[in-house]
């Protein structure tokens, strides 16, 4: 066999290979990118009552970028909001949070309109052992009842302007 | 804790760190409150307001006037809003308003199937300007929707069509948890509920000829009451402070 005929094969057989490398690294870089990020244990034991109490659905977020408030303002700023201290018990993690109860309508009621918060990279902190007040209804006669229920705070904090969103209380 | 680098961005940190500032002032004291009376005294819930009794009806809905009542301590609060409650005592109520919970200023809605709870809770940044705030019953899904202008904040997950007994009472209160905090409202800037409405098995919102204003609750008659129009306007406020 001729000489350069060899080595054409030889050319052929190596792009091939060159190809295959190529390919798997891709793949592997898609996988790495679309990787479903998985919530810290106490934040998943939060996912499923925010969802079948408040109709709030959270992921952990599959990217930092973009975020320009970092875990500890968002622990100080949710602290803050909810007049908690400074240095009271809490943790929080970055996710991706939509509320389907919290939706504007095009009219008083109206259809249901889109959520205010859609896929919104958030810092969800949780405030453990919360005292949370009970702001019963006008009933005379109705027997008495305590004031205020213990539950863990959720509160979501904007992961680029830090903007307080919305806070709700997971009971015990 | 999931721990993060902290990114090195001064620009956006410069405008976070602004926000975050904001906050911080607005949770500080901004706003209307005047000195509450210190200590607090026995915890129970106090009331300011009006109601109606016996009214079949499926919604209520009031515009309320923002206002930062005083508190007694961290534990205390003072709010504003408007309800749908069961009839029985062991019955439940879905609520939406204002209020100065524990230090925060914040808007809330609060539910509950049972007088007893559990309680679902949920708070969104402080109110800047009156708005109106309502509760109705969807009838395509039995739910009570709780409402502020044209947003809804939350929904009942149950019926209360199947676990209350009826007619429902609208209820359109001001509340603290100890007599010496205040509800919304001064003498000189009375706290105003207009447009106080029901809604009919049909949809339609109209007055509520019913709507009475009972005697505010303490014993130190801080609390006052009075109509602007009866029976779709009245203010609530503290006096003394």
């Known amino acids: 066999m001729p000489g350069h005929l060899l080595s054409r094969r030889r050319v052929v057989l190596l792009a ?6 190529g390919v798997s690294l891709a793949i592997m870089a898609f996988r790495s990118h679309t990787a479903q990020a998985t919530l810290p244990p106490p934040f998943q034991a939060a996912q ?6 408040y109709g709030i659905e959270i992921a952990a977020a599959a990217s930092t970028r973009d975020v320009t ?3 500890q303002q968002a622990l100080k700023s949710a602290l803050a909001q909810m007049s908690r201290p400074l240095n009271a018990l809490a943790e929080a993690t970055l996710v991706t949070v939509t509320d389907t109860h919290y939706v504007n309508h095009a009219q008083p009621g109206g259809a249901p309109g889109a959520p205010v918060l859609a896929n919104r990279l958030a810092w969800l902190v949780l405030i453990p052992n919360s005292s949370v007040p009970i702001v019963r209804p006008y009933k005379p006669g109705a027997p008495a009842g305590p004031g205020s229920y213990t539950a863990t705070l959720a509160v979501f904090i904007d992961a680029h302007t830090g903007e307080f969103l919305e806070a709700v209380s997971l009971s015990s | 804790m999931k721990k993060m680098r902290p990114p090195i961005l001064p620009r956006r940190l410069g405008r976070w760190t602004a ?3 904001a906050v911080v002032a607005l949770v500080a004291g901004a706003g209307n409150a005047g000195a509450a009376r ?7 819930n106090y009331f300011d307001g009006a109601w109606a009794l016996n009214t079949d009806q499926y919604g209520a809905s009031a515009n309320i006037q923002p206002f930062k009542p005083a508190i007694c301590g961290s534990s205390s609060f003072g709010a504003a809003w408007s309800m749908e409650s069961g009839k029985a005592a062991a019955d439940g ?3 939406v ?5 524990q230090g925060s200023y914040l808007v809330f809605s609060q539910w509950t199937q049972s007088y007893f709870g559990p309680y679902h809770t949920k708070y969104f940044a402080a109110p ?5 705030y309502w509760v109705n019953y969807n009838f395509s899904n039995g739910h009570l929707y709780m409402n502020k202008g044209l947003t809804t904040l939350d929904q009942t997950t149950f019926d209360p069509a199947v676990s209350w007994t009826g007619p429902w009472i609208p209820e359109f209160l001001g509340e603290t948890n100890h007599c010496e905090s205040d509800v919304p409202g001064v003498a000189g800037n009375r706290v105003a509920y207009t447009s106080v409405k029901k809604m009919a098995r049909d949809g339609t919102w109209s007055s509520i000829s019913s709507l009475s204003l009972p005697t505010p609750d303490c014993t130190n008659s801080r609390y006052h009451r009075n109509w602007s129009v009866q029976p779709t306007s009245f203010q609530i406020y503290t006096d003394p402070l």
């Open chain 1, 48 to 53: 499923g009552a925010l969802s079948s109490t």
């Open chain 1, 69 to 71: 408030v970092t875990q």
């Open chain 2, 19 to 21: 926000s975050f500032g």
């Open chain 2, 128 to 132: 800047s300007g009156t708005a109106q």
């Open chain 2, 93 to 95: 109520w879905a609520q």
């Open chain 1, 16 to 21: 091939l290979a060159a190809g295959a490398v």
């Open chain 2, 38 to 44: 210190s200590p607090c005294g026995a915890t129970s």
């Open chain 2, 97 to 101: 308003g204002y209020g100065n919970f």
